[in-house]
């Protein structure tokens, strides 16, 4: 079990670079065709500007993607450990707010 988790998470490693690789050079190339847009104006270069903006939302949503799975197997493996916290904290709240006496003044 845990050589197979060993691989996953080396697998997923590289996976996340190759992940970062892109986005940085898609970034680059954004940022190199704003340039040229604030010098001239084109619909060619704003019509490559959004698919590289497309392409970007793209990779940010692939790169988000591993991070769900990693937390959904470990909420699945180590299960919900803030249960016993909520519980009792509600405990403490229904304790605080139960009247257990009440005192007449007399005046």
């Not at 019509?47 to 939302?57: C, D, G, H, T």
Request: hydrophobic letters at 40%; a positive charge; one cysteine or more.
């Amino acid at each position: 079990m845990k050589r197979g988790v060993v691989v996953l998470f080396f697998l997923g490693a590289s996976y996340l670079r190759h992940i970062i690789r892109r986005k940085r050079s898609i970034a680059h190339r954004i940022g190199k065709v704003q340039v040229v847009l604030d010098c001239r104006c084109s619909g060619y270069l704003i019509n490559i500007e959004s698919k590289l903006r497309l392409e970007y939302e793209n990779i940010l949503d692939e790169e988000e993607l591993p991070w769900k799975q990693k937390s959904r197997m470990d909420w699945v493996h180590f299960g919900d450990c803030n249960t016993k916290l909520f519980h009792n904290k509600a405990l403490i709240r229904r304790n605080f707010d139960k009247i257990s006496a009440l005192k007449i003044r007399d005046n």
